[in-house]
């Protein structure tokens, strides 16, 4: 596998997220909100870098199941859902590819009436968007490659990986 983002790039960009979501959201109930799995190690180092009070919470969001590589059907999971209503929802996912799962998690959400939602993506794919969205946030603009690491999988495997590497053809 060839590494594509350093566990050191990732660290400073995350660090600088967390020093700009301490100042927009300062005086604001703030609720972070993780899609899982793959959010799960960017949610954790992402709340230790946000000085400021705050809340977590987890949405379940999948349209990959097993060793697939092309999305499925979408299934959106909001029972570790807490209390949004009248909160400020930092929406944050691992990876913007298509932008589908991040729409209708955003669709969803509104549901529950926040005061206002904004998404964060680790990656985003900018050449395989197919929705009119884009994240408000992001940590990297990628190519069109599958990766793996930092709570990003293929088949469940390498989300321990500390860097994002991209995973060939011939890996999978």
């Not at 790039?9 to 972070?32: H, M």
């Not at 979408?74 to 807490?82: E, K, S, W």
């Amino acid at each position: 596998m060839e590494t594509l983002l350093t566990e050191k790039a990732i660290a400073d960009r995350v660090s600088e997220l967390g020093g700009s979501f301490t100042e927009i959201y300062r005086g604001r109930p703030l609720t972070v909100l993780g899609v899982l799995n793959g959010s799960v190690i960017l949610v954790a180092d992402l709340i230790r870098a946000i000085n400021i009070p705050h809340q977590i919470g987890f949405v379940r969001a999948s349209s990959y199941r097993g060793e697939t590589t092309v999305a499925g059907q979408l299934t959106i999971d909001t029972d570790l859902l807490p209390d949004i209503t009248g909160r400020d929802v930092l929406l944050v996912d691992d990876i913007f590819d298509t932008g589908r799962t991040m729409a209708r998690l955003l669709d969803e959400l509104q549901q529950y009436q926040p005061a206002s939602i904004r998404s964060l993506a680790l990656l985003w794919k900018p050449a395989r968007r197919e929705v009119a969205l884009v994240p408000d946030f992001y940590g990297f603009q990628i190519p069109d490659a599958f990766v793996v690491g930092y709570g990003l999988d293929y088949n469940d495997n390498y989300r321990h990986l500390r860097q994002i590497q991209v995973l060939n053809p011939e890996e999978i």
